[in-house]
């Protein structure tokens, strides 16, 4: 019998890609949303018997407040989080907060599946191989951890950064084009010289893994603070 669902991400493209996976393995999948920040909201309202709850920075402080919150008014909804493994204090805050379940990000459909099912049942859904890890890194933790995310963020200009922000947030060759004042066509060479650039095949393969090393979030942050810092009298970044 098929799950009852709700997918929550703040990468609407990953949402939308996972809730398509699991309809045709026959699923009720009520929502697709982001970002994650809204999905208590949504989950109160809607009440699935599951939300699957992705986050790329678990150990964030305030990443599960809209577990508690849903736990707290929908006690019999099973949230199930998708995050990056190792993370043993990701872990740790996500089952404080009230989840059900922890599963890797990158996990196959199936993993996934079979965590909701236990997740639905009043099992807690963790695999041993993942709290292997977690407590591996918790008694062996890296001195000077490879950090992925800023290694790929250096291979991109800003302009190919933004067009990935906007891969991720599921908008196509002509939403980019239109959102950057660019010609469909110059949007269609920035897509395919990030793709080259992470070594991926696909818009999808290249949210993923901006998603799971964390060059995603440090691209918006950056995003973010140069626009805060830029002055009105600034002038337009150039095309």
């Not at 699957?52 to 099973?78: H, M, N, S, Y």
């Not at 650039?197 to 950056?222: F, H, I, Q």
Request: include cysteine; charge should be neutral.
């Amino acid at each position: 019998m098929g799950v009852r669902l709700m997918v929550v991400d703040d990468h609407r493209l990953l949402a939308e890609a996972l809730a398509s996976a699991l309809k045709l393995r026959g699923h009720r999948v009520l929502a697709a949303a982001a970002p994650s920040a809204g999905a208590a909201d949504l989950v109160v309202s809607r009440a699935p018997e599951v939300c699957l709850l992705g986050t790329a920075a678990p150990a964030e402080p305030g990443a599960f407040d809209p577990i508690v919150r849903i736990k707290k008014e929908r006690p019999q909804v099973a949230v199930v989080v998708l995050g990056p493994v190792p993370s043993p204090r990701g872990i740790a805050a996500a089952f404080a907060a009230g989840a059900s379940g922890y599963v890797r990000n990158d996990e196959r459909i199936e993993g996934v599946e079979r965590a909701m099912m236990k997740a639905r049942a009043g099992e807690s859904a963790v695999s041993p191989q993942l709290l292997q890890q977690a407590f591996e890194e918790l008694l062996h933790p890296a001195a000077q951890p490879d950090d992925e995310g800023a290694r790929l963020l250096e291979l991109l200009t800003p302009r190919e950064v933004e067009v990935l922000i906007r891969v991720a947030d599921g908008e196509d060759t002509r939403l980019i084009a239109a959102g950057m004042d660019i010609a469909p066509s110059t949007a269609r060479t920035h897509v395919q010289r990030v793709l080259m650039k992470l070594e991926v095949g696909s818009r999808l393969e290249a949210a993923a893994l901006a998603a799971r090393t964390g060059l995603l979030d440090r691209a918006v942050g950056g995003r973010a603070a140069r626009m805060t810092t830029a002055g009105p009298d600034d002038p337009a970044p150039p095309q």
